[in-house]
Each structure stands twice: as structure tokens, then as C-alpha cells.
């Protein structure tokens, strides 16, 4: 690893280092909290908190209240990134961590629909609304954190330890359902699934403890003293940079493929007309993510090399191909073949885009509107990837066993990503004080800036 305090860098020596270990440490609790519904979604929630006389419809409704989290994630991004770059990157990092820790611990808590009729999903639905809010900052707090503390020609690879705390998250968050999955049918309903949700009481406490001695980011200590916070981020962001969230928002489209890998195909390996054991399902995602782990940093240490949109755009037009032939996998109901498959499409071809997304969307701002930035770009594109699932499940027809019409629509998703990445400018060997600027260096105070003091650590 290179030494975090080489020329060019204005972090202090240790804070690189840091803010990655807190940013991917984070994540991952935060995203074994998110990711854990999609697990009980597919396998647990259409019984319990839905009317199972029609499985389908029931597993439709509990594959929509998924999608829920993703549909509030915009107006959250509006929220947590004006809090973010008007107050800080540290803020958010804490308070996502704890809005869906409490968020989380409830759901596991809830009455069935068998104890308190409908009143069961509908609080279901608002818990998920809140971890959706706080999944709106998570990333983007996380990712300007790394990005802003990180050495210049280094920042790719710093800022993937925050995509690799993600896939962390979800690995773990399909370790804990794979006990939960083995179960007999009455434990796994009764009590047993509530285990995984319950456990984020103590994954918010680590969390807290972990980023709540990082130091603010120089980037944003520098304008807050110089008076170069701006006092409405999203007003600038709206008047100055449209096009680059717009080019955002459609990167971000690339996450249908996490989604439909991890809700939709789990669902439909798992069903009537392929009949793949649960437990053997959860161990495909499990080894994927394992992959994943190892693939992320690479791509994106290879993209501080060559640049991100090559990087990128492998990643995103790979994953068409990748998918579609991971569905084909397990259509065919044989094990080995959808492992091989699935550590293929989402362990390595996803990855690429995946690795590189936090750094390639985060240089497309400055700083003063960064977090706003990537925040409502990701967020809206994400939202649309959260109801791929929901679209999916109808796609697939009333058998759930469509899967090349799943596969043909998880390629049309990936191709504005891949037009995103062919119309941005590449930014892999730009100055971090350059980066949204144009490569103007200095300038006037922004408009609309205030005095703020700097947080102290």
C-alpha cells in the first residue's frame, strides 16, 4: 500500500487509512441490516406477512415492499445530502448507522399478520421506508469520506473499501440466513427469522463506536473555515450540475443487477418450477460475495491506472451477458453450473463497475455539492433498480418461470449505464481541488456560501 502521507495528499498521515477502515466497517454493518430483508423477502415474509393462499401474489407484495426502501431513498438523498455537505460527511456517517439500526431491531419485533391482521405489513412497509432513508446517505456520506481523505492518484481504490463494506454486509446478512433457511418450516416462521434482524441492535453499537472517532474530511474543514460552504447545496447542484447527475442516475441503474442476483433469481431458484434448495442458494450468494470481496479492490485499483470508464464500462456491459447467462444457469436446476455462473456475473464482471462507481460518480462534483450529488443521482437510479425486482417478478409471468424475459430486461438496464459511462469525462488523473471545476483552480466563493466553524474531532 502506498504511504498515506505522499506529496499531493492534504490528509493526515493516518486519516486515509482510517476513514477507509470506518467507511467499509460501516457499511458493512449498515448493509447487513438492508440486505437481510431481501433475504427474508424472498424466502419468509410472503407467508408470514401476506395472504399465502396465493403464493404468487403473496410473494409479489412482499418483493414490492422491498422495492419500498428504494422509491423513499431519493427524497432521503435530498435530506441527508443537503445535512452532508451543509454540516459534514462525519454527521451522516452517524446518523444513517443509527436510524437503520432502530429501524432494523424493529422488524424483528413485529407482530405477523396472523397476531394483528393488516396492520402487520403496513407497519412493515414503514420500517422499510426508514431504512431506505437512511440507505439515501450511507453511501454517499461514506464515499465523499474516503474520497476527500484519500491521496490523489489513489482514490479508486480508497474509495472501494466502501462498496467492499457493502458486499461485507450482504455476505453477512446470507450467512445469517443460511442457519435461519435450515430450520424446519415452523421455527423458520415462528421465531427463527426474526434472529438475523434482532442482531442490529449490537451492529449499531460497533458502528457507532467505529466512526465516531473519525476525523472530518480536510476538503470540507478547509471551506467551512474559509466560509465556502454553501448555504443550499441542492440549489447549486441543481443550477450548476444537472448534467452530471443525470449521467449519475443512470450509472446507477447498473445496481438492477445486485437486486435482481439477490432477491429475484433467489426467488425463482427456490420456486415450484425449479425447486433449488434455499439453504444451497444463500451459499451461491454467499461464495459471490466472497468473490466479489477480493474482485472489488482490483478493478478499482486498475482503474487508478487506466482510467474509470473503461473499468466501468466492462463491468456494466458484462453484466448484461453475465446475467443472463446466470438465469439460464438456474434454469436448468444444476447447482454447480448456476456457482460457476453466479461467482462469474456477480462476483467478477459486476464487480468492476461496482468497485469503480464511488469513485467515478464522486469526481464528477465539487466539493461544496458532493454529497448532495451523488447522493440524489444514486439514489433516484437506485430506486429504479429496487423495483426491478417488483417488475421482474411480473415479467416472469404467473409460473415465475420467464427467466429469459427477466434476463433481457436485466440487459436493458445495463445499457444506460454503459452509454453513462461512454459520455463522462474521464477524471482518474484529475486534482482533487479540480475535481467538477472544469481544471479551474481557485475562483470565487461559491454563491450562496456561509461562515461555518470546522468540527473538531
Not at 138 to 153: F, I
Not at 234 to 245: I, K
Request: charged content about 10%.
Amino acid at each position: 500500500m502506498t504511504a498515506d502521507n505522499e506529496p499531493g495528499s492534504t490528509a493526515a498521515p493516518a486519516q486515509p487509512r482510517k476513514a477507509a477502515v470506518a467507511a467499509a466497517v460501516g457499511s458493512a454493518l449498515e448493509y447487513y441490516d438492508f440486505f437481510i430483508y431481501g433475504s427474508a423477502a424472498a424466502l419468509i415474509f410472503p407467508a408470514i406477512f401476506f395472504d399465502d393462499s396465493d403464493p404468487a401474489d403473496a410473494t409479489l407484495l412482499s418483493l414490492a415492499t422491498f422495492g419500498v426502501a428504494y422509491a423513499v431513498r431519493p427524497l432521503g438523498a435530498l435530506l441527508l445530502g443537503h445535512i452532508g455537505d451543509r454540516f459534514g460527511r462525519k454527521r451522516i456517517m452517524l446518523l444513517t448507522l443509527l436510524l437503520m439500526g432502530a429501524a432494523t431491531f424493529l422488524i424483528g419485533c413485529l407482530p405477523t399478520r396472523g397476531q394483528i391482521g393488516a396492520a402487520a405489513p403496513a407497519l412493515l412497509v414503514l420500517l422499510r421506508v426508514l431504512q431506505g432513508l437512511s440507505a439515501a446517505g450511507e453511501q454517499a456520506g461514506a464515499n465523499s469520506m474516503t474520497l476527500e481523505h484519500a491521496p490523489p492518484h489513489r482514490r479508486g481504490w480508497f474509495t472501494s473499501f466502501t462498496l467492499g463494506g457493502t458486499q461485507a454486509g450482504q455476505l453477512l446478512a446470507t450467512l445469517a440466513f443460511i442457519p435461519v433457511a435450515a430450520l424446519p418450516e415452523h421455527h423458520m416462521l415462528s421465531w427463527g427469522w426474526r434472529i438475523p434482524f434482532l442482531l442490529s441492535a449490537a451492529v449499531a453499537v460497533v458502528g457507532w463506536f467505529i466512526r465516531r472517532s473519525l476525523h472530518e474530511t480536510p476538503v470540507f474543514t478547509q471551506q467551512a473555515a474559509a466560509g465556502e460552504v454553501v448555504r443550499m447545496p441542492l440549489v447549486v447542484l441543481v443550477r450548476g450540475h444537472w448534467w452530471s447527475v443525470l449521467r449519475v442516475v443512470c450509472g446507477a441503474l447498473v445496481a438492477s443487477v445486485s437486486t435482481i442476483f439477490t432477491v429475484w433469481a433467489l426467488s425463482y431458484a427456490t420456486s415450484e418450477p425449479v425447486g433449488m434448495d434455499r439453504s444451497g442458494m444463500l451459499w451461491v450468494g454467499a461464495l459471490a460475495n466472497v468473490v466479489a470481496l477480493a474482485a472489488i479492490p482490483l478493478w478499482a485499483g486498475l482503474s487508478d491506472r487506466i482510467g474509470r470508464r473503461p473499468v466501468f464500462l466492462t463491468g456494466a456491459a458484462g453484466s448484461a451477458v453475465a446475467m443472463f447467462v446466470y438465469l439460464w444457469a438456474i434454469s436448468t436446476g444444476s447447482y454447480p453450473l448456476t456457482l460457476l455462473a453466479g461467482i462469474l456475473a456477480f462476483g467478477v464482471v459486476y464487480s468492476a463497475a461496482n468497485g469503480v462507481w464511488p469513485a467515478f460518480y464522486g469526481e464528477m462534483f465539487p466539493a461544496s455539492v458532493r454529497l448532495s450529488g451523488m447522493a440524489v443521482g444514486t439514489q433516484t437510479g437506485f430506486a429504479v433498480s429496487g423495483f426491478a425486482v417488483t417488475f421482474a417478478a411480473g415479467i416472469a409471468g404467473p409460473e415465475g418461470d420467464g427467466w429469459a424475459r427477466v434476463g433481457l430486461f436485466t440487459a436493458a438496464l445495463c445499457v444506460p449505464p454503459a452509454l453513462a459511462a461512454l459520455f463522462a469525462r474521464e477524471t482518474a488523473h484529475t486534482a482533487t481541488e479540480d475535481l467538477g471545476t472544469d481544471g479551474a483552480k481557485g475562483g470565487a466563493r461559491p454563491a450562496g456560501a456561509v461562515p461555518a466553524a470546522p468540527e473538531r474531532a
